[in-house]
């Protein structure tokens, strides 16, 4: 008799295409529904603006046509990619009333989850590398980094996020589930391995040992690069010229911490048996926070974003304004 009765740790059959996973990330309360709802809707639309805003204005601003700029609008693009993986259809779950993502779905999720974080991650290294040659090599700077060079390195970046994706999630697809449940709002790595069969953890485990010493490498490659930035900064003799190189350097190094402090937060804590805040709100921390945060750091900190920023909106305003006028008269 009990055999015949649905078993949550049941092995289920992924080739029949009808697996589903159950997303447990929240209350279940009508009331923190739709408080996360409304929160989430906001938040989203708030990064959209806000990357939009900052492609619109490098892509319109012939001053903004340099390497630097060129590979921020990748970022915008990245950032734009990587909350619109996970936060629309949480969205449509909470409209709908249901929590739960197709076995495909999850797969797309997944996928593109690490391609816009892989790709976002070879970025950051590039343009670390676009201010070492400014601030170090400033002479040849035109010459190493010109568009050409420009448009390899963004190709290479995302063809090197769309390798690691593959490789990535081909690896945590072949594991076998014995449940379909996840404690999470999406389809988090994490808690995938977590409800894994205990045989499948040594595939996980070289997944993920594999894709943090790329990553440790990586970071030290950037960090070495800022190491010979500051050497050369502190060696120029005016305070201006300290400061300007500073100021492009500084939101940079912001970004980079917050995107890989969020990443360590969710990656390398330990999976909790249910539902917890802790891991829902580390979670928002690392899917949410960044694409809202990063155009607002660079903005603030870069006087020539600013400046073609406020111009495009004076343009705006001057083309706009005589219009309102004759429809008032």
């Not at 970025?123 to 010459?143: K, S, V, W």
């Amino acid at each position: 008799m009990n055999s015949l009765v649905p078993n949550t740790y049941t092995m289920f059959n992924q080739s029949s295409g009808l697996m589903e996973f159950i997303l447990h990330g929240f209350s279940d309360t009508q009331e923190m529904e739709t408080f996360r709802f409304i929160a989430f809707l906001l938040i989203y639309l708030l990064a959209l603006i806000e990357n939009l805003l900052i492609i619109t204005v490098i892509s319109c601003s012939p001053q903004l046509h340099k390497p630097m700029y060129f590979f921020l609008a990748n970022l915008a693009f990245q950032d734009i990619g990587s909350i619109s993986v996970t936060v629309p259809k949480s969205l449509s779950n909470s409209l709908m009333n249901t929590k739960t993502i197709s076995y495909s779905g999850c797969i797309c999720q997944v996928f593109f989850l690490i391609l816009f974080i892989g790709s976002h991650l070879l970025i950051l290294g590039i343009m670390a590398y676009d201010r070492y040659i400014a601030i170090c090599c400033p002479l040849h700077y035109e010459t190493i980094m010109n568009r050409k060079t420009c448009v390899q390195l963004a190709i290479c970046a995302w063809v090197g996020g769309l390798l690691y994706s593959t490789t990535y999630t081909g690896s945590t697809f072949i594991l076998e589930f014995c449940s379909n449940e996840i404690n999470q709002f999406f389809c988090e790595i994490p808690q995938l391995f977590k409800i894994a069969f205990p045989d499948s953890h040594l595939i996980a485990f070289w997944v993920i040992c594999v894709g943090i010493s790329l990553a440790i490498t990586y970071v030290a490659l950037i960090v070495y690069s800022y190491v010979q930035i500051f050497r050369a900064v502190l060696r120029i003799p005016s305070a201006q010229g300290k400061e300007k190189a500073f100021s492009t350097c500084l939101p940079h190094l912001i970004v980079i911490s917050l995107f890989f402090a969020s990443g360590l937060f969710a990656y390398l804590k330990p999976t909790s048996g249910s539902p917890s805040v802790m891991d829902l709100v580390l979670s928002m921390f690392y899917c949410m926070f960044p694409p809202v945060m990063n155009p607002i750091i660079y903005s603030i900190r870069n006087r020539q974003l600013k400046s073609a920023l406020w111009k495009m909106t004076a343009n705006l305003f001057t083309l706009f304004f005589p219009y309102l006028q004759r429809l008032q008269h």
